[in-house]
C-alpha cells in the first residue's frame, strides 16, 4: 500500500512521539541497568535530528493545509523560527567570535527540535488506540519499576547514572530528562482518557513518579495541572467534584505516611528555596538577565548567557533568556505563541465545551509550558514547540470536524486531510542532552 505524505507524516509522528518520551526512559533504564548498549547516545538528540529529516522530506505535502487550517498560528510559529536563525547568523556574521559561535550552534540546535516537536505535535495521532496502548503499557511498565526500587532500597528518588559503575555514564540521562519525558507522558494519556476515576489513578501515580524521578519543576507543573483540571471539571461533574476530594486525601496520606522518608528529599526543598545552592544560582542567573536587558531593551544581546557565565548553560532559567538572546521582538514572539495557544484551547474547552482529546492535550501541555517557562525553564528548553503543535493539531481538526465549514467545501486539501488515510496510519502506528535545553549538546549547565 502506497501512503500519502499526510498518512506518512502522521505515521512518523506517533512512532516519533512514543520513542522521544516514554521510549527516552525506557531506553536509558535499560542502558543504565547494562542491558542494552548506548547505540543511539542520549536517544532524544540523535532521534530528533532522524526525525528532521524526515520530516524536512514531508514537510511540503503539509505546509498547505497547515496554513490553512490554522487561522495564522503556524504562519506566526514558522516567522519566530525564520526571526531567530536569521538574528543568530546576523550576530555571528557581524560579531564573529567564539562566543557568536557557540550562541549560534546552541541556537541551530533549539530550532532543530522547535521544528520536530511542533511538526510532530501538529501530525501526532491523539486517537490512535495503538498509541494510546503502546503509551499506557510504558506508564504501567515505569510506575512499576520505579515502586520496585523504592520499595527494595527505601529511596525516594531514582537517579539512573547511579547505576552506572564503570564509565560510560554520560550517556545515561541525568532525571531531568526523564521528567521531561514522564511529563509527557501523563499529560497525553490523560488528554486521552475519558473516565474520571483513570484519570484519578494517573494523577495519583503520576505525581508518585514525578515525585520519584526527582525534578522539582516538572512535579509541581504537574501537580498545578492535575488541581486545575479536577478543579474546573469539579465545577462542571458532581463525579469529578468526588475524584478531586479523593486524590487529595490519597495524595496527603500518602506524604503524612511517609513523610519522615519524604523530609529531606530536594523534591520538599521548595519549602526553604532560601537555602538551596541551586535557588540561589538561578536567581544570580536571573539578574543577570534582568541587567543584560536594561542594558539593550530592544535588542537584548544575543549569547549573552555564554560571554558573562563563560558556559553554553549559563542562561536565565525563565523566558528572560528568549529577551537576552533573541531581542524584545522574539520575546514576544516566543511567549505569545504559548499565551495564545494556552488561552485558545481554554477558552475552547471551557465556553464552547469541546472536550475532545486534543483541545485537552493543547491546553495541558501549554499550561504546564506557560508555568515552567515563567517560573524555571530557559528559551532552549524544547517543549513549549510541542504546545505549539498541539494546538494547531487542535485547530486543523476543528476545522476539519463535520459540519465545519472547511468540511463542508471539502476544498482542494481533501488530499492532505483523507479521514481514512489518517485512521489507517492511526492503526498502523504505535536528549542526549544532560541540562534543561534539551539540545543535542553535551556541554553541562551551570547548575
Not at 97 to 117: C, F, K, N, P, Y
Request: proline share 3%; aromatic share 12%.
Amino acid at each position: 500500500m502506497i501512503l500519502s505524505g499526510d498518512a506518512l507524516t502522521a505515521r512518523a509522528s506517533a512512532i516519533g512521539f512514543f520513542v522521544l518520551f516514554p521510549g527516552f526512559i525506557l531506553y536509558h533504564t535499560l542502558v543504565a541497568m547494562g542491558m542494552i548498549p548506548a547505540l543511539l547516545g542520549g536517544l532524544f538528540g540523535v532521534v530528533s535530528v532522524m526525525m528532521f529529516v524526515v520530516y524536512c522530506a514531508l514537510l511540503p505535502s503539509q505546509l498547505y493545509s497547515l496554513l490553512s487550517t490554522t487561522r495564522g498560528y503556524a504562519l506566526l510559529t514558522f516567522a519566530l523560527f525564520a526571526y531567530v536563525l536569521l538574528w543568530a547568523v546576523a550576530n555571528y556574521v557581524l560579531l564573529g567570535s567564539g562566543v557568536m559561535r557557540a550562541a549560534l550552534i546552541q541556537t541551530i540546535e533549539t530550532l532543530v527540535l522547535w521544528l520536530v516537536l511542533f511538526v510532530m505535535g501538529y501530525r501526532v495521532p491523539l486517537a490512535s488506540p495503538r498509541l494510546a496502548r503502546a503509551f499506557w503499557i510504558a506508564f504501567v511498565l515505569i510506575a512499576a519499576y520505579l515502586l520496585f526500587h523504592v520499595a527494595t532500597t527505601g529511596q525516594w528518588m531514582f537517579f539512573a547514572r547511579r547505576m552506572i559503575e564503570a564509565e560510560g555514564g554520560e550517556n545515561v540521562s541525568t532525571y531531568q530528562g526523564y521528567a521531561r519525558s514522564a511529563l509527557v507522558l501523563l499529560v497525553f494519556l490523560i488528554a486521552v482518557s475519558e473516565r474520571a476515576v483513570v484519570r484519578a489513578a494517573l494523577i495519583v501515580l503520576g505525581a508518585f513518579v514525578m515525585f520519584v524521578l526527582g525534578a522539582r519543576s516538572e512535579l509541581y507543573a504537574f501537580l498545578a495541572l492535575s488541581t486545575l483540571l479536577l478543579t474546573l471539571w469539579a465545577g462542571m461533574s458532581v463525579k469529578y467534584m468526588l475524584t478531586l476530594l479523593a486524590v487529595v486525601a490519597a495524595l496527603i496520606a500518602l506524604v503524612v505516611s511517609q513523610f519522615e522518608a519524604l523530609a529531606g528529599s530536594r523534591q520538599l526543598q521548595i519549602l526553604d528555596l532560601s537555602g538551596t545552592s541551586s535557588w540561589l544560582a538561578r536567581q544570580n542567573l536571573g539578574q543577570r538577565a534582568v541587567e543584560q536587558i536594561l542594558d539593550s531593551p530592544l535588542l537584548g544581546r544575543f549569547g549573552g548567557h555564554i560571554s558573562s557565565a563563560e558556559a553554553t548553560g549559563g542562561y536565565a532559567h525563565s523566558m528572560l533568556s528568549a529577551w537576552v538572546n533573541y531581542g524584545l521582538l522574539g520575546f514576544v514572539l516566543y511567549l505569545g505563541l504559548t499565551v495564545s495557544a494556552f488561552f485558545g484551547a481554554a477558552y475552547r474547552m471551557f465556553v464552547v465545551g469541546d472536550r475532545a482529546a486534543g483541545w485537552v492535550f493543547a491546553f495541558s501541555i501549554n499550561f504546564v509550558c506557560l508555568l515552567l517557562i515563567v517560573l524555571a525553564k530557559p528559551v532552549f528548553w524544547p517543549l513549549p514547540a510541542l504546545g505549539w503543535g498541539a494546538y494547531a493539531n487542535a485547530l486543523a481538526a476543528a476545522r476539519w470536524a463535520p459540519g465545519s465549514d472547511t468540511a463542508r467545501r471539502g476544498g482542494v486539501t481533501g488530499a492532505h486531510h483523507d479521514e481514512s488515510e489518517q485512521h489507517d496510519a492511526a492503526r498502523d502506528s504505535q536528549g542526549r542532552n544532560d541540562n534543561e535545553s534539551g539540545t543535542p549538546d553535551l556541554r553541562p549547565s551551570a547548575l
